[in-house]
């Protein structure tokens, strides 16, 4: 794995992808690398209750055999394995995006910082050769969705992207019926 993983990150575009160098190094070790979403770092909690979670989640990783590549847009690129000035950047900063498939252009465009969503993660991640993925939840189908058709886009992505995403479940404030109705119809 880890051999195809430094191949698919050498062609990737040096002007979009910023590869932190204990993923991209030459190493001829075969260690799996876990792909970790940034939105719960600038949006889903307060600093610096964000900051000890992304480093939390970083050490249970790598105490697991693993290497962690959190995944961020940072300055304009895809920012995939961050070291700890940019985890605690991103957590104290006020002004980043969240960053969802259909934002990626424009925030690479404009040279913005963006926590990145399970969609975005999930595709940044099968770009950059990553095969596994964990997060605390996904997103799902919203309450009153039948009427406002508020799905999340990670409900499409997982049906798109293959990477194997490793969660406790759609998140709880979520029309949970509906979004495994929404899963179950596309075989997912």
């Known amino acids: 794995m880890r051999l195809t993983l430094v191949r698919r990150l050498n062609t990737l575009s040096k002007d979009l992808f910023k590869?932190?160098?204990?993923?991209?190094?030459?190493?001829?070790?075969?260690?799996?690398?876990?792909?970790?979403?940034?939105?719960?770092?600038?949006?889903?909690?307060?600093?610096?209750?964000?900051?000890?979670?992304?480093?939390?989640?970083?050490?249970?990783?790598?105490?697991?055999?693993?290497?962690?590549?959190?995944?961020?847009?940072?300055?304009?690129?895809?920012?995939?394995?961050l070291n700890?000035?940019?985890?605690?950047?991103?957590?104290?900063?006020?002004?980043?995006?969240?960053?969802?498939?259909?934002?990626l252009s424009d925030t690479l465009s404009k040279g913005l910082h963006g926590g990145t969503t399970v969609a975005?993660?999930?595709?940044?991640?099968?770009?950059?050769?990553?095969?596994?993925?964990?997060t605390g939840g996904i997103g799902g189908v919203h309450r009153d969705g039948e009427?406002?058709?508020?799905?999340?886009?990670?409900?499409t992505e997982l049906g798109r992207t293959p990477v194997a995403v490793v969660c406790a479940g759609a998140k709880s404030i979520l029309d949970i019926p509906r979004t495994l109705e929404f899963l179950v119809r596309r075989d997912l």
């Open 19 to 81: 590869i932190h160098p204990s993923l991209a190094g030459g190493s001829s070790r075969t260690e799996a690398v876990v792909a970790l979403e940034s939105t719960v770092i600038t949006h889903g909690m307060p600093y610096p209750q964000n900051l000890k979670l992304a480093l939390s989640m970083e050490a249970i990783i790598t105490e697991h055999g693993a290497r962690p590549a959190t995944i961020a847009v940072m300055d304009g690129k895809v920012s995939v394995g």
């Open 84 to 103: 700890q000035e940019e985890l605690s950047d991103l957590a104290k900063s006020k002004s980043c995006r969240k960053v969802s498939r259909r934002d």
């Open 120 to 134: 975005a993660t999930m595709l940044l991640a099968h770009q950059a050769g990553i095969s596994v993925f964990a």
């Open 147 to 155: 009427n406002s058709l508020d799905i999340s886009a990670d409900l």
